[in-house]
């Protein structure tokens, strides 16, 4: 073989070479995108756990949340607090799944738990009425999908609001109160719905407070 043979030959090589490289580095970056699906599915699930826990370790903070999800008029100041605290927490959550969802790190099924997630809470009246602050801090696109999503909820005061009415019992009896008769569980009306486009809640319903 001479000169040009050889070098024919290693141009071959080269080209084998270089298909063999671009070969493992896809499959490097498949394994890669796979693992970093699978991280943010247990770190978001991870989370979600954490939120629920601490509702189940923490009575008080559990009360506080229930009448906050129930709408309860008149909800002191140091509880509305509270409970703006933790529906922060977890839409701040929420958002982070919604992000990496749009940047294509979770599959479709994380994604539908976690619309589906959002779609319980919202049933509850208090967090539309919540929502209805100024709240900054979200990413635009993030607080137009929770706008549609408030928009199309179903709301259903009944759970919050047996919860809520059962704590609040609760509370007269220690205090050495107790409720009428017949009045233990009463009726809680659902708060309307929030308008993206408008700024504070009705008067009537929750004064603006801070989160």
Known sequence: ???????????????????????????????????ARQDSIDFITSRRHDLLRVLADDGELSDIVWKGLAGTPRLPADEWSRFGFYMYCVILELERAWLRGKAGVLDKQVIQVSDDALTWWLQHPGVGAWWRGDHPGFHAGFTAYMNDKIN???????????????????????SGRSTAPGTEVPEVPALPLPNPRAGLAPADTHPKRPP
């Open 1 to 35: 073989m001479n000169l040009e043979h050889w070098y024919h030959v290693a141009e071959i090589v080269s080209s084998i070479a270089v298909v063999v490289s671009l070969c493992f580095l896809a499959l490097e970056l498949r394994l890669y995108l796979g693992q």
């Open 152 to 174: 199309q909820a179903i709301v259903d005061p009944t759970i919050a609001g047996a919860v809520a009415a059962a704590i609040r019992e609760r509370e007269h009896q220690r």
